[in-house]
């Protein structure tokens, strides 16, 4: 196994370079979604491809192209939901509004229907979007930080193995010693048992400490950045466990991934 | 991280969000460098902004599942422009055409240079990846410029010259370490 582990390394600057030939290719594509220590160093092999893209002259697309891309784009089936539930919510407060003027002046009924409708259709907008920028803040400072923890001088990997609980999962903490901040990838974990969480441990001083507990994403992924870990010589290993929804204090469930 | 790459991964995250503003953006950032990535390799302008169209069209439907541990917006770019420019060439027996042409431009050593460099404004970062390239061993540069500029495999490097496919790879990554200390920050 680690000389297969070797050997998958070795393969990781052909395949940024896209010299691999099937099944190579696919190979590497496998262990990348198996094994997230990984991707932290093709991510390293991609900075090279990169760089060597700008020794290449740029050629500035032609404006066709471009117009053609930015109207070939399909929507987004979140936002057409949101877009729908809008039309109706619009809809159902036009209706009421439209009741009531039913008993109010004639005169005065379009141009207040118009102006009523307008503020709660704006209204309606402005919580959404108020709602989908909070989403998209947190989504991006959680990207942001944890490139950081990556990035950071002295950043040190640990690879949690799936036990026999969850052979096929595979995770890696990335700690940077100097924040005393970690992120932790995982990847194909199924979906925790009903009532039922993951959570994230290290174990420091002999003493298991709680990382925080996380939820699995639809293609088996979890991300979780934990702040004030212990410092680094004292962490003597990561496990995770399943526990009761919210998390607990000291482990008290199934170990399935430890490193 | 750089101030640039943080832009790029918020404009990223806000298309995720369904944002064709951020999204056009990032395109206006990036097009002519992937652009140009294209033509090198498929020599054909019209087909590559077709391929420059396919790989922004999937960086849209997959803006979603980008890891910023993988590499930059940039880097994940260019790697999913090159892959499908390689897809073309491998299937479509465009192989030949590109063969021919890069053939004319054989440097004297052998190797295969970027194109029309003396052309363009040559910028300092620039200078220096092409400073790193002309400071590898000979044997490690040819083959990682085979792989590189022409898209080739690393069999199809083994076979164009004449090596066993082990000494290929091992020069690419023996290369490729190389000038990754070399343009280290």
Same mark, same amino acid.
Request: charged letters at 25%; proline letters at 6%; a negative charge.
């Given at each position: 196994?680690a000389?297969?582990d070797?050997?998958?390394?070795?393969?990781?600057?052909l395949y940024?370079?896209?010299?691999?030939?099937?099944?190579?290719r696919?190979?590497i594509e496998?262990e990348l979604?198996r094994?997230p220590s990984?991707e932290a160093?093709l991510a390293?092999?991609?900075?090279?491809?990169?760089?060597?893209?700008?020794?290449?002259p740029?050629? &500035?697309p032609s404006?066709t192209? !471009? $117009?053609?891309l930015? +109207?070939?784009l399909? =929507?987004r #089936?979140?936002? *057409?939901g949101a877009?729908?539930?809008?039309?109706?919510?619009a809809?159902?407060?036009?209706a009421?509004i439209?009741g009531?003027?039913?008993?109010?002046?004639?005169?005065?009924?379009?141009?207040l229907e118009?102006?009523?409708?307008e503020r709660d259709?704006?209204?309606?907008?402005?919580?959404?979007?108020?709602?989908?920028?909070?989403?998209?803040?947190?989504?991006?400072e959680r990207?942001?930080?944890?490139?950081?923890?990556?990035a950071?001088?002295?950043?040190?990997?640990?690879r949690?193995?799936?036990?026999?609980?969850?052979?096929?999962?595979?995770a890696q903490t990335? &700690?940077?010693?100097?924040?005393? !901040? $970690?992120?932790?990838? +995982?990847?194909?974990? =199924?979906? #925790?048992?009903? *009532?039922?969480t993951?959570q994230?441990?290290?174990?420091?001083?002999g003493?298991?400490?709680s990382?925080g507990?996380?939820e699995v994403?639809?293609?088996g992924?979890?991300?979780?950045?934990?702040?004030?870990?212990?410092p680094?010589d004292s962490i003597?290993?990561?496990?995770?466990?399943?526990?009761p929804?919210g998390g607990v204090?000291?482990?008290?469930?199934?170990m399935?991934?430890k490193g | 991280?750089?101030a640039?790459?943080?832009q790029d991964i918020r404009?990223l995250?806000?298309?995720a969000?369904?944002?064709?503003?951020?999204f056009?953006d990032l395109?206006?950032?990036?097009?002519s460098?992937?652009?140009?990535?294209l033509v090198?390799?498929?020599r054909?302008?019209?087909a590559?902004?077709e391929?420059?169209?396919?790989?922004?069209l999937?960086?849209?439907?997959e803006?979603?599942r980008y890891r910023?541990?993988?590499g930059?917006?940039?880097?994940?770019?260019?790697?999913?422009a090159?892959?499908r420019?390689?897809d073309l060439?491998?299937?479509?027996?465009a192989?030949?055409k590109?063969?021919?042409?890069?053939?004319s431009?054989?440097?004297?050593?052998g190797?295969?240079?970027?194109?029309?460099?003396?052309?363009?404004?040559a910028d300092?970062?620039r200078?220096?990846?092409?400073?790193?390239?002309?400071?590898?061993?000979?044997e490690?540069?040819?083959?990682?410029e085979l792989?590189?500029y022409?898209?080739l495999?690393?069999r199809?490097v083994?076979?164009?010259l004449?090596q066993p496919?082990g000494t290929?790879k091992?020069?690419i990554?023996?290369?490729?370490r190389?000038?990754?200390?070399a343009l280290?920050?």
């Open positions: 196994m000389d297969r070797l050997n998958l390394r070795e393969l990781l600057p940024a370079l896209g010299a691999l030939e099937e099944p190579e696919r190979e496998a979604e094994d990984l160093e390293r092999w991609v900075a090279q491809v990169e760089a060597l893209a700008e020794t290449v740029p050629v &500035v404006e192209v !471009r $117009a053609r930015l +109207a070939a399909p =929507p #089936a979140a936002s *057409e877009r729908s539930w809008m039309g109706w919510a809809a159902a407060v036009l009421l439209a009531w003027l039913a008993w109010g002046n004639a005169g005065l009924r379009s141009e118009t102006r009523l409708s259709a704006e209204a309606i907008r402005a919580v959404r979007l108020a709602s989908e920028l909070a989403d998209t803040r947190a989504r991006l990207l942001v930080l944890a490139h950081e923890i990556v950071a001088p002295g950043a040190r990997g640990v949690l193995a799936g036990l026999a609980g969850l052979p096929g999962a595979a990335y &700690v940077d010693p100097g924040s005393r !901040r $970690a992120v932790f990838y +995982a990847s194909r974990l =199924p979906p #925790a048992p009903e *009532e039922r993951y994230l441990w290290f174990i420091a001083d003493k298991p400490v990382a507990v996380f994403g639809p293609e992924e979890a991300t979780l950045l934990v702040e004030d870990v212990a680094m003597q290993a990561w496990a995770v466990t399943v526990e929804e204090p000291q482990p008290t469930g199934e399935v991934l | 991280m750089d640039e790459t943080a404009l995250t806000r298309a969000g369904g944002d064709r503003t951020a056009a395109f206006e950032r990036h097009a460098l992937v652009l140009g990535v090198s390799l498929v054909d302008r019209a590559a902004e391929l420059l169209q396919d790989t922004f999937q960086a849209w439907n803006a979603e910023a541990v993988r930059t917006p940039r880097g994940w770019l260019v790697m999913m090159r892959s420019a390689i060439l491998r299937s479509q027996g192989r030949m590109r063969e021919v042409a890069v053939g431009e054989l440097l004297g050593d190797t295969v240079g970027p194109v029309g460099t003396g052309e363009i404004e300092e970062r200078r220096a990846v092409l400073a790193a390239l002309q400071g590898l061993p000979v490690q540069r040819q083959c990682i792989a590189f022409a898209g495999s690393h199809q083994a076979d164009r004449e496919l290929v091992s020069r990554l023996l290369g490729m190389r000038l990754k200390e280290a920050p």
